[in-house]
């Protein structure tokens, strides 16, 4: 007969698992399919219906109050937006998901960031020198050129962007420092330092 007691059990370990764990991933696929078809449909009355009530089906799942607040947004319930994730917020200070929701519904509005009273204020980049100046850092010592969409995912990281591809783009062919090859597409546009011609 074995010694139960030297069997090694590692936490997280199918062994110590709850069955709630499954349930939660069998949970989120189950989540994921209905809800891209109200999104492939554009039916977003019937997107807001359907992620209230997972919503509060889900109290805990951040995900699923997140997927609230946008679907408020997408259809073009701002206020209820901004208020579906104040209360998240001031939880959860961190998640720029929430932070996101909420700057969209305010832009949407015609507000700014200064609008609302965040614990923890979000950074938001608008087009300016400081943003060609950072991609210029980014392409230095890059020898293979980068697309406007590779740069401006990039940027992403360093905050709530307020300008797209193509504007990054347009800022980036109007900056001497830069040679841009096809320039009339952030999807095809080829940017990289421009070399100094020799004299």
């Known amino acids: 007969m074995k010694d ?6 590692f936490p997280g370990s199918p062994t110590e698992m709850s069955t709630s764990y499954y349930e939660d991933a069998f949970l989120d696929f189950e989540f994921g399919e209905p809800y891209q078809e109200f999104l492939d449909e554009e039916d977003y009355p019937g997107l807001v219906r359907y992620c209230k009530q997972q919503a509060e089906q889900r109290p805990t799942d951040l995900y699923a ?9 997408l259809n073009g319930e701002y206020e209820k937006a901004i208020q579906s994730m104040s209360e998240h917020h001031r939880r959860h200070p961190w998640n720029q998901d ?20 965040w614990t923890e204020k ?11 100046d950072t991609c210029y850092e980014m392409l230095k010592r890059k020898r293979k ?3 406007p969409i590779e740069l401006h995912t990039q940027l992403i990281l360093q905050g709530y962007l307020l300008f797209t591809e193509d504007d990054l783009l347009k800022a980036l062919v109007n900056d001497g420092r830069f040679s ?3 320039a009339d597409s952030a999807i095809w546009a080829e940017v990289r330092i421009a070399r100094k011609k020799r004299k």
């Open 145 to 147: 050129p980068r697309s």
């Open 98 to 117: 929430y932070q996101h929701v909420i700057l969209r519904a305010l832009f949407a509005l015609g507000k700014t960031e200064d609008d609302f009273d």
């Open 4 to 9: 139960k007691s030297k069997i090694i059990k």
């Open 65 to 73: 109050q997140y997927n609230l607040g946008d679907a408020y947004v």
């Open 122 to 132: 979000p950074v938001v980049l608008r087009m300016s020198d400081s943003i060609v």
């Open 180 to 182: 841009v090859d096809n």
